[in-house]
Nanobody, 123 residues
């Protein structure tokens, strides 16, 4: 098993940047596919970005392409989400997730979840 702890959220003005981190426990972190999801009030959870176990492959939702970057440091058991050019519609609780075996980009494809970190973008 793996435990995930999200951090780095906060309040930022539109156009600003934030860097989220997700620290994982467990010796097998490097074998997990990782992803970030978000959920805004009154809306369903949605996929944001994913990265393969090696970091070689990444995938992004269309609405964050060119603005967000997912990365990982397996030596530190940490995955990151660099968010630039933030918009008010990016306001949500962001959660990282881990999959023992990559099967897709839906929430059901991930086995473990962080507690979430609030990102608020003011206009």
């Amino acid at each position: 098993q793996v435990q995930l702890v999200d951090a780095g959220g906060g309040l930022v003005q539109a156009g600003g940047s934030l860097r989220l981190s997700c620290a994982a426990s467990g010796r097998t972190f490097s074998s997990y596919a990782m992803a970030w999801f978000r959920q805004a009030p009154g809306k369903e959870r949605e996929f944001v970005a994913a990265i393969s176990w090696s970091g070689t492959n990444t995938h992004y939702a269309d609405f964050v392409k060119g603005r967000f970057t997912i990365s990982r440091d397996n030596a530190k058991n940490t995955v990151y989400l660099q968010m630039d050019s933030l918009k008010p519609e990016d306001t949500a609780v962001y959660s990282c997730a881990a999959a023992e075996v990559f099967t897709g980009w839906g929430a059901d494809d991930y086995d473990y979840w962080g507690q979430g970190t609030q990102v608020t973008v003011s206009s």
